[in-house]
């Protein structure tokens, strides 16, 4: 069934279980991202400190497509230096670009390939992107501050 | 199942057929060329002007074509705007603009955006649990300061039919005109712009069997020819020099440049199409399948329809939510199932605010839907429920 290569087990897990859905009291960097066709609204904290992402925590209101690629870009990035970090959202960036031609490289995005069949449903790509912009948004921000 | 009418409605074969007939035979532009061609392109246009008079019984200087409903009520917006020091549509700090929390982004964000240009204050009817407005504070709300009250005649997400009489009395007895956004009941039952007292009307005929990038702004004459134009250019004037321009009278005033002629035709043939139908019976078809569909919804465990859950004062639009499911992944499980529905926050971003809610999923019907329609739609609400687990 094709609805099967959209919500796939480890997203419909991620969605009913997120992962680090609890803003920090402290952080490097905040970004509040909405989706406006749908309403999917994010907040995100970030903490970068030396290059590193410490910790990454977020809350908002979404679909489980919205919702399980936040909870995974979330879990992924933390522990990861700036560089790689950014370099793993381009990744996922081309993977939801793919129209379905990729299946994505588990040893860069782990779970995130999970979330390769969305590609094929071009209304939910942004869905997708949501946490993983809000993140790269909050990454270039702190490098600023 | 095509369960989307609210959002846009599906095309009859006449439609396309007046469209494709004005392009291959009276292809011209209107009110310009010494020609037979454009004679018959102007008497095409014209006829539909008049179709569309008919339609709401509105005299022929009326009717305003415009690109859609948006661009009918932002026209209205920016006129009054527009308006010189002591004309009754002029707005300044003090006065009120009169909305209320169902509408539709087209009918708040002109009116929200004109009050901050004004300095006007924006005020709104409440909506309370049940999806209707509460009407309690209208003497307070409705006060002398307001100078207009725009209301929608049928919210697109909860279904609500507002009841305008009171509002319309109100809103008159202080001198206030009042705008109907008319984009989800004209489609579907019979308007009487005289019955009803209103002072401006708007709605596309995208929703109402017809093309998309047409719509109408009615207005009462006697406003429009007081009124300032929002667009300026050809075909509107009354005469023009190097420094100055004299505006036409309605409804040419408000048309400025080659119109969407093949679009009108098409509108006519849609509002052809449906007095053929007759829009009492339209209205009935509609009633009858939403209380079969109420039915059927209340029915259901752990699906709320979010609006009115009786029959009485309500169109055919049904939002629901199901508990522990996303409308964004109800619809698409739904569309899975060949069952199309709208998903989100239907641009009434407020009122979802209001509701507490991230959006509905909304299904709407139209004179082609049947009970067979709402027995997919149903049937494909449990699969959902059956696929998240829920």
Partial sequence: ?145 | MYLDSGATSQKPRQVLDAERNFYEHSNAAVHRGAHLLAEEASIAYEGARQVLADFLNAELDEVIFTKSATESINALAYSFGNSANGSRFALKPGDRIVVSEIEHHANLIPWQQLAKRTGAELVWFSVDSEGRLDLSNLEELINPSTKIVAITHQSNVLGTIVPIKDIVSRAHSVGAVVVLDACQSAPHFAIDVKALEIDFLAFSAHKALGPTGIGILWGRSEFLNSMEPFLTGGSMIESVTMTEAKWAASPKRFEAGVPNMAQAVGFAAAINYLNELGMDNVAKHEQDLTAYALKKFLQLDKVEVIGPKNNIDRGSVISFTIEGIHPHDVGQVLDQYGVAVRTGHHCAWPLMRKLGLVGTTRASFYVYNDEADVDALIDSILEAQKYFKV
């Fill in chain 1, 1 to 145: 069934m094709e609805l099967d290569s959209l919500y796939q087990e480890v997203i419909l897990d991620h969605y009913k279980h997120p992962l680090n859905k609890k803003l920090s009291p402290t952080f490097t960097a905040q970004v509040h991202h909405v989706n406006p066709s749908c309403g999917d609204e994010i907040t995100l904290n970030v903490n970068i400190t030396d290059g590193i992402v410490t910790n990454v925590s977020w809350e908002g209101v979404g679909c489980s497509i919205s919702q399980a690629s936040t909870s995974i870009a979330s879990d992924l990035m933390t522990g990861k230096n700036l560089e790689e970090a950014l370099k793993i959202v381009e990744s996922f960036s081309d993977l939801m670009s793919s129209k379905g031609t990729m299946a994505g490289n588990e040893d860069v995005l782990e779970d995130g390939v999970a979330l390769a069949g969305v590609s094929k449903f071009p209304a939910r790509i942004k869905c997708a992107l949501l946490g993983w912009m809000a993140f790269k948004d909050a990454a270039i921000q702190s490098s600023k501050n």
